[in-house]
C-alpha cells in the first residue's frame, strides 16, 4: 500500500508558488499557465473580418528569425499576427519557426506579455550591447517595422500600453479605455473581465466593429446551444399553447353544444308539454261531447239529463 511521504513540520517554512515561478534568472519569460491561456484567447479570437482565414498566420512563443546574415539570431513574441501570408508553411504543414526571409511579411501585431525577469526589454529600456543581438525593441520598431506592439503587464495593475509605429519610431498611443481599434484588421484589442479556462480576471482579447467581444469557439458553441435550447422552449411553448387553446375551444364547443342540447330538451318539453295540454283539451272536448250526446239521448228518450 501506498504511503505518501511525511509532510514537513508545520513551523518549517518552503518556497511558495511565487518564489519559485517558472522564468528562470537565467534564461527570462518560460512561460507559465497565463503564457499559455492568454496568447491562446488571442489566437481563439483574432477573425479578421477582411481577410480569409487561410491568409491569416497567428503563432505564440515560436522562434522569429528576422536577420539572413545572423542565422541564430531571432526573437520569441509571445503572440504575433501576420496578414497575407498562407496559415501553413507552403500551404501544407505547420511551422517550426517563421522565416523573414522566406515568408517576406513582417507581424502587423506583436503582444509582448511582461514577465518580471523581461519588462525592461519589452518596454525598450535595455540597451543593445556591441557584438551582440539587437534588444527585442529594436527588432520590432526599426528592423521589421511592426505597425503596431502591444505590451500587457498583469503583474502592474493588468496595465496595457500600446505602440504604433509613426515614421520609424513607436509612439506610445494614449487610452482613454483600455481598448484600441486596428483598422488594417478591422478588430479591436482591449481589456475584457471574465472567466476562461476557469479564471476570473483580465484578459487580453479581440474586438468587433460594434465593440463587441469575438466569441471563441466554446462560446460560440455555447451559444448555439443555449439558442437551441431556448428554441425548444419557445417551440414547447408555442405548443403548449396551442394545446391550451385547443382544448378551450373543445370546451367551449363542447359547452356550446351542451347549450343547444339545454335548448333542445327546453324546447321539446315545452312542445311535449303543450302537446299534452292539446291531448287535454281534447279528451276534454270529446268527454264534453259524449255528455251532450247523451243528454240529448236521454232528453229523446223523455229523461230530463238535468235531474239525474
Known sequence: MYIPNSQPAATELLPTMYDLPSEDPEEPG?????????????????????????????????????DSNHLNWYKRPDWFVVLG???????????????????????????????????????????????????????????????????FDRYNEDRLRVYQLVGDRYREQILIQPRFWISELELGLGLWFGSYNGCDRQWLRWYDAEGNWIATPAERAEAERF??????????????????????????????????????????????????????????ESAQQQLALLAQQLRAMGINPDEL
Open 227 to 284: 439558442a437551441k435550447e431556448s428554441a425548444m422552449q419557445e417551440t414547447e411553448q408555442e405548443r403548449i399553447a396551442k394545446e391550451s387553446a385547443q382544448q378551450q375551444a373543445e370546451q367551449e364547443r363542447i359547452a356550446k353544444e351542451s347549450a343547444q342540447q339545454q335548448v333542445e330538451q327546453e324546447r321539446i318539453a315545452k312542445e311535449s308539454a303543450m302537446q299534452e295540454a292539446e291531448q287535454e283539451r281534447i279528451a276534454k
Open 30 to 66: 518560460l512561460p507559465d499557465e497565463f503564457h499559455d491561456f492568454q496568447p491562446e484567447l488571442l489566437r481563439l479570437t483574432c477573425c479578421p473580418p477582411n481577410y480569409p482565414n487561410d491568409r491569416v498566420f497567428t503563432a505564440s512563443d515560436l522562434n522569429l528569425y528576422y
Open 85 to 151: 501570408v498562407p496559415k501553413f508553411y507552403q500551404k501544407r504543414e505547420l511551422r517550426l519557426s517563421y522565416v523573414m526571409w522566406q515568408e517576406l511579411i513582417s507581424p502587423l501585431v506583436v503582444v509582448e506579455l511582461i514577465s518580471p525577469g523581461t519588462e525592461d526589454e519589452d518596454l525598450g529600456i535595455t540597451r543593445s550591447q556591441p557584438h551582440k543581438p539587437p534588444t527585442k525593441w529594436q527588432v520590432y520598431e526599426r528592423i521589421l517595422k511592426v505597425p503596431y506592439y502591444v505590451v
